[in-house]
């Protein structure tokens, strides 16, 4: 994996960038559409690379553990083959679901044992089988297992669980590197940030991580109910210490907002789970702001459902059309909201990008997040 | 509305036609994907169009006068404008639905009382508000409004019961006639053949329906849970009545063998929810026979989902993963299902069309049946 950096702001710590991976290149900086059991919601593989044009997307180990198993998942030669998508994948290391989904779980040193959510069937997840797991679904960017605390998060627990987080990442990396990728193109590992919202955790944490040199760093544990000031203070801490020249990815965030915030910090990939979910719900992101389709006010609103957008559904389809499959829980509607959130979030770090190459980030950024909050 | 015949079989019935439209023309025999609420559920219009290739769909007059209601489509246009499809829609009166999902409903000489299936609200459909909002939905082809009996239905009733259908279509033809169509092209009526499993009242039926002299006419009260023999029964005494020169449409079947049987024995038009109902819940209809893809055998089958067609989902995607897809609750598993269902459904017509023109319709046909129910 290489990492090159194509333009640097200079009124902010935003970066232009692109990363190579086995699976062709990434314009960073980038939105990583979820795809967590080996499908974005709603949407084709076509409309995906065709349509929102994704060039990554994200996997979920811990669902695509349960379901469909790695057993198949190996058979079919990996994620991109059973899935039939040929660009760059990353895939988290399940420790998040673990902790969100699964009732009942056991956090250890030697690993955490848990439940699944499906059948109450029990499982360990340790440091050496999540690499082995992920060397089977064989994303390109792979996570470490790390333990992602809650919020709020009383600080001592806080401190031991990032030593405890630090010292999985060791492990990660003696299983990573002495295994080989199983489908003839390369993996990276990316470990883990943690620290809650603790300005000394998170430089502790931040420079322990960046000791490992990797081929990229992430940022975890944000964006996990914390108060979005919270979250900027701890990705300046961090983006401070990590490594200028490789790739930095801040887990789970965010809002269209949260992601400008955090580019102008010095982030480089995201992904997270919002356009897609909230998309389903009919919550429409727009450069204008955001649009509660349900709403009486798009009943008899026969306009596109977004006028500055090129996407094929965005001019297709009317508000009033959207509103009325939403209310009717029609899965196109689903399928419409979807593309156009994805499309927009595409659309949303691609304009970021052709600014900070223009030198026009900054401004540009303080306007937009102006706009973006608003509910129309 | 115009319908040209193209071939006729000589050892069967079957024949191949042309209907024009306002919306443009229809190769029969065709069938006609459900487009309930103005949305053939999990598919993009544009799938529809230029991968399925629909060229006509059907729209549920019971589902669209509730929801999203008259109001909306009026103001839209029409329901070819409210959904962005600009080929032909058939409605069917909404007395079916009427029948079938309304909990309490009173059927007099005047019309029909029920209660919304979504709100409990009480509503009245008679034949001429039924005609006034066909004009409003603005379908290419509209239908009457009939009762459809229930199988098993005792002869006294059926009898009663196509009397008050031949009194209905009266009513319907009057006030149709005396209405314009609302949005600039013309608009067809096309009346109901009832009469349950009772030849002599099929034959009353057929007769007094033929007597109305409409563009088109078809047979209701079939593929109701009456043996499959019975249908085709029937279908066959209807047929030799109705009269050669105009379409003939037998609404709601069915499987791809009641298909060909029908076509075999004069049926131009077919609808039916199967292809996208059961594929929602992982059946299969392919030219080989039936698929269940959520049984064990699909588990670890990496094929495609079907090597015969030229569908971009039925290439792009393997069996394993449809059935992960499906027993995961995914909504692409039901995307791709419906896709290729409904493609195969109009692959299947289009063969029998071609079959026809070429002649040897009759023992394609006959070699067809025989795999089509298999169960693979």
């Known amino acids: 994996m290489k990492f090159q950096q194509v333009a640097l702001d200079t009124l902010s710590k935003a970066r232009a960038g ?23 919601k709603a949407v084709h593989q076509r409309e995906l690379a065709n349509d929102v044009k994704a060039q990554i997307i994200l996997g979920n180990t811990y669902h695509l ?8 998942l190996e058979k079919a030669g990996g994620l991109h083959q059973f899935m039939n998508w040929d660009k760059p994948i990353l895939t988290d290391s399940g420790g998040y679901q673990v902790y969100s989904l699964s009732e009942v779980r056991k956090i250890k040193e030697e690993g955490v044992t848990f439940r699944s959510h499906i059948d109450g069937s029990k499982h360990l997840f340790t440091p050496e089988n999540v690499m082995d797991t992920q060397r089977i679904i064989g994303a390109d960017i792979i996570m470490a297992f790390d333990e992602c605390t809650p919020y709020p998060c009383e600080y001592g627990y806080a401190r031991k669980s990032i030593e405890m987080t630090h010292r999985w990442l060791k492990r990660c990396c003696e299983r990573f590197d ?25 430089e502790k ?19 996990v109910g914390e108060p979005a000031e919270e979250m900027y203070a701890m990705t300046e801490v ?58 009486e006010k798009w009943k008899n609103d026969f306009s596109a459902i977004d006028e500055d957008s090129a996407l094929f559904s965005d001019i297709n389809y009317s508000k009033a059309y959207l509103r009325h499959l939403i209310h009717s829980g029609e899965m196109l509607g689903a399928q419409i909201a979807t593309l156009h959130n ?6 949303l770090v691609k304009e970021a990008r052709e600014q900070i190459i223009a030198g026009t980030f900054y401004n540009w950024k303080n306007n937009m997040v102006k706009k973006l909050a608003q509910r129309l």
């Open 178 to 202: 002495s295994t080989e990728p199983k489908y003839g193109y390369p993996q990276a590992l990316f470990p883990i940030v943690q620290g809650s919202v603790y300005k000394d955790l998170r």
């Open 238 to 295: 961090v983006c401070n210490i990590l490594p200028q020249n490789k790739p930095r990815y801040l887990m789970g965030v965010g809002t269209p907002v949260n992601i400008l915030e955090n580019i102008a910090l010095g982030i480089d990939m995201f992904d997270c789970v919002m356009p897609t979910r909230n998309g389903r719900n009919g919550m429409l992101f727009t450069r204008n702001g955001i649009i509660n389709i349900k709403n």
């Open 205 to 223: 944490s931040a420079e322990a991580i960046a000791f490992f040199e990797r081929e990229g760093n992430a940022i975890g544990g944000l964006s």
């Open 65 to 72: 553990y349960l379901r469909p198993g790695l057993d198949i």
């Open 342 to 347: 994805l499309n927009f979030y595409l659309w």
């Open 18 to 40: 692109e990363i190579t991976t086995g699976h062709g290149t990434i314009q960073t900086p980038i939105f990583m559409p979820v795809g967590t059991a080996g499908t974005v």
